[in-house]
């Protein structure tokens, strides 16, 4: 028990991956969940920490793809250095033969002439290992491996991490149903961190599709666990799997509420939209006090005299639609009708954002699954106030 106990407490390496753009924001939510000396990478963030930490991140964190936990990192002479040094390796302690596993990652590296051989490399001496000490090896899955191994090779430099999410962490298990171009659930988490909403005053989507800004609004007012509908995570594969101290995790999770600590509206001009939020929303127990309505966004009248708007307008690329004649109609609508928000928009289009006719206080480049999108920030100034909306 003592070993096991000082194996679960062991400080290791953790990375945790996330989108371009969506480091800073990933560090901050690190430090608000009491994550210290966080280190910013290029799209991941690393920190130290042990297995609870493991199991406490792939819950908690809501602008993750994946968490990465580091295995060996070792340096690369030639191409068969690899195989050596990861045949070396104790991979029969990590999980059993009777898992299926798959090998991924990123090579940055001119010491491999096909970007996909060292990932074979990784995966036979995986296999061997339990051929020499079962006399049998187990089986590769490439969609839907119950183990992920994560290989990242940076020129001569090898790094071994064990993927602990498996499927990406945006797949929450929450939503029943998408729309034709649904934005990312961690993306839509940082927008919201991004936005620098208070969590307290009102929140707007008036695009909202079916929902996904709308219900991470919520899980993060509400102090929810963005990931807690997810039931599967490559960590319960694993030999030292503990599920008596997940099970604890997760039953002190915040799970239900009895109210919203400020209005969340969301209206989309699809009735096929708005219905598909309404079941998205059924399985919290939020989700009533989630306002939805079938409307034009030029429909929406302002609910409060302040609040925050964060919207996923249609870019063109996926949607059949007027692009610059509906950017122009939304600018012209937020000057009227949002005096006093704080909005921000989510776009591919720059033809759309020069057709808002305002000019942005903030502009921050990031992506939208593989889509470069740029998200900008407006402030609609009341009548009251000296300063108006500025028009370019």
Same mark, same amino acid.
């Given at each position: ?7 679960? #407490? ?13 480091? !800073? ?16 990478? =290029? ?46 390796? =104790?991979?029969?302690?990590? /999980? ?53 191994? #994560?290989?990242?090779? =940076? ?42 909403? %208070? ?6 989507? +008036? ?8 219900? !991470?609004?919520?899980?993060? $007012? ?24 997940? %099970? ?5 999770? =915040? ?16 009735? !096929? ?40 307008? +249609?870019?063109? !690329?996926?949607?059949?639609? #007027? ?43 990031? /992506? ?20 108006? $909306?500025?028009?370019?």
């Amino acid at each position: 028990m003592g070993t096991e106990m000082k194996e679960q #407490d062991r400080k290791m390496v953790i990375t945790l991956k996330t989108f371009y753009g969506l480091e !800073e924001i990933l560090k901050e939510e690190l430090e608000e969940l009491g994550f210290s000396d966080v280190v910013l990478l =290029n799209r991941a963030v690393q920190i130290k920490g042990n297995w609870n930490d493991v199991y406490f991140l792939n819950l908690h964190c809501r602008c993750a793809i994946s968490v990465l936990l580091q295995l060996a990192v070792f340096e690369l002479k030639s191409e068969d250095d690899l195989y050596t040094r990861c045949a070396k390796m =104790n991979w029969t302690s990590l /999980f059993d033969k009777d898992k299926t596993f798959a090998v991924k990652g990123a090579i940055f590296s001119d010491l491999f002439r096909h970007s996909q051989y060292p990932f074979l490399v990784v995966k036979d001496a995986i296999a061997d290992s339990f051929r020499d000490k079962y006399g049998e090896r187990p089986d590769v899955n490439v969609k839907t491996p119950q183990v992920m191994i #994560d290989l990242y090779v =940076n020129n001569k430099t090898a790094t071994i991490s064990l993927n602990t999410s498996g499927l990406p962490l945006f797949q929450r298990g929450y939503r029943e149903s998408v729309g034709e171009a649904p934005i990312n659930e961690v993306v839509a988490a940082a927008l919201i961190r991004m936005s620098g909403w %208070d969590r307290k005053s009102t929140f707007v989507d +008036p695009f909202c599709g079916s929902g996904t800004i709308l219900i !991470e609004a919520a899980l993060l $007012a509400t102090g929810i666990p963005s990931n807690i509908e997810r039931q599967h995570y490559a960590f319960k594969n694993l030999l030292n799997y503990d599920a008596e101290v997940w %099970d604890e995790m997760y039953e002190e999770a =915040n799970k239900k509420v009895r109210s919203l600590p400020c209005r969340i509206i969301g209206s989309d001009v699809s009735d !096929e939209m708005v219905t598909k939020t309404r079941r998205n929303l059924r399985g919290f127990s939020f989700g009533r006090f989630v306002e939805t309505s079938v409307c034009s966004f030029d429909e929406v009248k302002r609910p409060e005299d302040h609040g925050t708007m964060i919207t996923n307008p +249609p870019y063109g !690329e996926r949607l059949e639609v #007027d692009v610059e004649e509906m950017y122009d109609a939304l600018g012209t609508w937020m000057k009227h009708e949002m005096k006093g928000f704080e909005c921000w928009v989510i776009s591919s289009s720059e033809e759309g954002f020069k057709s808002l006719g305002l000019k942005p206080d903030n502009k921050i480049k990031l /992506f939208n699954g593989e889509l470069e999108c740029s998200f900008r920030k407006y402030s609609i100034y009341d009548g009251s106030k000296k300063a108006q $909306a500025v028009v370019e």
